[in-house]
Antibody, heavy 117, light 108 residues
Framework: EVQVLESGGGLVQPGGSLRLSCAAS????????MSWVRQAPGKGLEWVSS????????YYADSVKGRFTISRDNSMNTLDLQMNSLRAEDTAVYYC??????????WGQGTLVTVSS | EIVLTQSPGTLSLSPGERATLSCRAS???????LAWYQHKPGQAPRLLIY???SRATGIPDRFTGSGSGTDFTLTISRLEPEDFAVYYC?????????FGQGTKVEIK
């Protein structure tokens, strides 16, 4: 059974940093590109970042470019999102998802990030 | 950036009824790379349709995706109690990947 489990969310002050992790199981992790998608309170879904299956190619939404860094460890089946210079508008539930057929297939339950003083 | 506009914002229907959800793109979606997702509060979103009309693994055949170019439709032939949720369309033919604002299907 495919499973992705996010962790690392919490409360952080504006300007602070947080690192999210996603543990994957039930599929050959190294064969799939992965992404982070977020949902701000009361809002819709927003793509944040993606990384290719072997890791050299990364992509970011303009809203996070230069502040967030996506990475993966195919030996540990983990996906990370390092978030720096956090802003109030980064407050959201962050979902880890694998890309299959080009779409976001299999999502985790999400981890809540709250940026507030 | 491709902007996706979903309509209606809310659909009030009874179980057993047919639901028709629309997604219109600001420009043609390359190769009909359009997906539909179901999202219930507190749960993980679920992929329903990819490539505009292909059902994802385990998705019942009451869910049908159609359309091409700039106009896409998700049809739920007969609503089951578990189908009441928010539905999003999303395009992956252009960069950045973008979502529509969602259509809420609620019980009438």
């Amino acid at each position: 059974e495919v499973q992705v489990l996010e962790s690392g969310g919490g409360l952080v002050q504006p300007g602070g940093s947080l690192r999210l992790s996603c543990a994957a199981s039930g599929f050959t992790f190294s064969n799939y590109a992965m992404s982070w998608v977020r949902q701000a309170p009361g809002k819709g879904l927003e793509w944040v970042s993606s990384i290719s299956s072997s890791g050299p190619y990364t992509y970011y939404a303009d809203s996070v470019k230069g502040r967030f860094t996506i990475s993966r460890d195919n030996s540990m089946n983990t996906l990370d999102l390092q978030m720096n210079s956090l802003r109030a508008e980064d407050t959201a539930v962050y979902y880890c998802t694998l890309i299959n057929y080009g779409a976001f297939d299999y999502w985790g339950q999400g981890t809540l990030v709250t940026v507030s003083s | 950036e491709i902007v996706l506009t979903q309509s209606p914002g809310t659909l009030s229907l009874s179980p057993g009824e047919r639901a028709t959800l629309s997604c219109r793109a600001s420009q043609s979606v390359s190769s009909n790379y359009l997906a539909w997702y179901q999202h219930k509060p507190g749960q993980a979103p679920r992929l329903l349709i990819y490539g505009a009309s292909s059902r994802a693994t385990g998705i019942p055949d009451r869910f049908t995706g159609s359309g091409s170019g700039t106009d896409f439709t998700l049809t739920i032939s007969r609503l089951e109690p578990e189908d009441f949720a928010v539905y999003y369309c999303q395009q992956y033919g252009g960069s950045p990947r973008t979502f529509g604002q969602g259509t809420k299907v609620e019980i009438k």
